[in-house]
């Protein structure tokens, strides 16, 4: 099974700086890469997905990911950070699983935005 | 409006004392999961349901058990809670292959005394 490591559980960036969020996969195949996030007391919900088309991809409220083979990541980025990003963010890879799918996630990582 | 959706969101319960967590997609998706989300842990899928009938372990299935008697649900059972289940649980569906993305429900939030 594959494995998804996210550096830095937690991470603080001011309100109007970058926002980077790292992931690093192992996988002895093309990846299927996902970003979640996870606002407070609510469930998971897609941020962006990778899934071969195009090495840089772009998501929903300003983020995106670039899919970097050599260096196996996937890290989350976005150019200016709003209070509203506040939120936990967990990097997961999809893999062929009995003709499914299986999926492995990140331990997620906190953003703090400081005002 | 496509959904899942978790039932109840809280629950507080004492140890032994059999529970059913439920879960309901309305997008007709083949394939349902279960995790559990503890801090430092991120999400570890507890079983997962391929189709109707069709359900397999996933990372942590001990204590937990899961039936798929109709494509729309997939309902939790702790038969005997003991305090090391006290979690957040979600359930999660999608339509199976390895790029599709998963749909989460909100969430429920069980405490075992």
């Known amino acids: 099974a594959q494995s998804v490591t996210q550096l830095g559980s937690h991470v603080s960036v001011s309100e109007g700086a970058l926002v980077l969020l790292r992931c690093n996969y192992s996988?002895?195949?093309?990846?299927?890469l996902f970003w979640y996030v996870q606002y407070p007391n609510q469930g998971l919900q897609l941020l962006l997905k990778y899934t071969s088309a195009a090495t840089l991809v772009k998501g929903i409220n300003g983020f995106e990911a670039e899919f970097k083979k050599s260096e196996t990541s996937f890290h989350l980025t976005k150019p200016s950070a709003h209070m509203s990003d506040a939120a936990e963010y967990f990097c997961a890879v999809s893999e062929p699983w009995g003709g499914y799918q299986k999926v492995t996630f990140g331990i997620g990582t906190k953003l703090q935005v400081i005002p | 409006e496509a959904q899942v959706t978790q039932n109840p969101r809280y629950l507080i319960t004492v140890t032994g004392k059999k529970l059913t967590v439920t879960c309901s997609q309305n997008?007709?998706?083949?394939?349902m999961s279960w995790y559990r989300q503890d801090p430092g842990l991120g999400l570890r899928q507890i079983y997962y349901s391929m189709n109707v009938e069709v359900t397999d372990k996933g990372d942590v299935p001990e204590g937990y058990k899961v039936s798929r008697k109709e494509k729309r649900n997939f309902p939790l059972i702790l038969e005997s809670p003991s305090p090391n289940q006290t979690s957040l649980y979600f359930c999660a569906s999608s339509a199976g292959t390895v790029y599709n993305e998963q749909f989460f429900g909100p969430g429920t939030r069980l405490t075992v005394l």
């Open positions: 997008m007709n998706h083949e394939y």
């Open positions: 996988s002895s195949v093309p990846p299927y």
